[in-house]
T-cell receptor, first 112, second 112 residues
Framework: NAGVTQTPKFRVLKTGQSMTLLCAQD?????MYWYRQDPGMGLRLIHY???????AKGEVPDGYNVSRLKKQNFLLGLESAAPSQTSVYFC???????????FGPGTRLTVT | GEDVEQSLFLSVREGDSSVINCTYT??????LYWYKQEPGAGLQLLTY?????DMKQDQRLTVLLNKKDKHLSLRIADTQTGDSAIYFC????????????FGSGTRLQVQP
């Protein structure tokens, strides 16, 4: 039981490049989330999903897109990376009957 | 609106008790959480408390909730060097999207 996993762990992009971050969970959770963590700002919600095939915007969705084609996977895409998207990205999931969220180890993204 | 605030830094000596404080503004908070983040790692759920409770104890951890003052605290008894980490307070509001609002984190430094 791996919990929540994220790939890649690190990535460096040039401005304008695109990439996809993958999150996978093996707990059969309905709900999945993408956060970004910046120094001194805690975690901010980018997008979330309440089930397979559904997605919704969080606090800071601009510049990101997401997809939830399979229940266990939640993808975060950056179509045209900007230096302001340099951050650590965390994926989380939670089940239908509980509210606590389980986090992946994070992806550290640098955009130059 | 939702806003969660924490002090940035706390330093204690090994063996002492640590008290990490958090204030929140939304009186409709239903659940409040404490997460721990060690360097380079994701967030680990430590404990949570329902809004209809005043206190919750779990081994060395004691959570106190003062709903009148919208104040949450985490007490760690017999603090160890392994407790050095960043501690995040988070709240869940209402029954909507199930996402959490996080504080900016308190860095706990335990000195031998």
């Amino acid at each position: 039981n791996a919990g929540v996993t994220q790939t890649p762990k690190f990535r460096v992009l040039k401005t304008g490049q695109s990439m996809t971050l993958l999150c996978a969970q093996d707990m059969n959770h309905e709900y999945m989330y993408w956060y970004r963590q910046d120094p001194g700002m805690g975690l901010r919600l980018i997008h979330y999903s309440v089930g397979e095939g559904t997605t919704a915007k969080g606090e800071v969705p601009d510049g990101y897109n997401v997809s939830r084609l399979k229940k266990q996977n939640f993808l975060l895409g950056l179509e045209s990376a900007a230096p302001s998207q340099t951050s650590v990205y965390f994926c989380a999931s939670s089940g239908p009957a509980t509210y606590e969220q389980y986090f992946g180890p994070g992806t550290r993204l640098t955009v130059t | 609106g939702e806003d969660v605030e924490q002090s940035l830094f706390l330093s204690v000596r090994e063996g002492d008790s640590s008290v990490i404080n958090c204030t929140y503004t939304d009186s409709s908070s239903t659940y409040l959480y404490w997460y721990k983040q060690e360097p380079g790692a994701g967030l680990q759920l430590l404990t949570y408390i329902f809004s209809n409770m005043d206190m919750k104890q779990d081994q060395r951890l004691t959570v106190l909730l003062n709903k009148k003052d919208k104040h949450l605290s985490l007490r760690i008894a017999d603090t160890q060097t392994g407790d050095s980490a960043i501690y995040f307070c988070a709240e869940k509001v209402g029954t909507g999207r199930r996402a959490l609002t996080f504080g900016s984190g308190t860095r706990l430094q335990v000195q031998p």
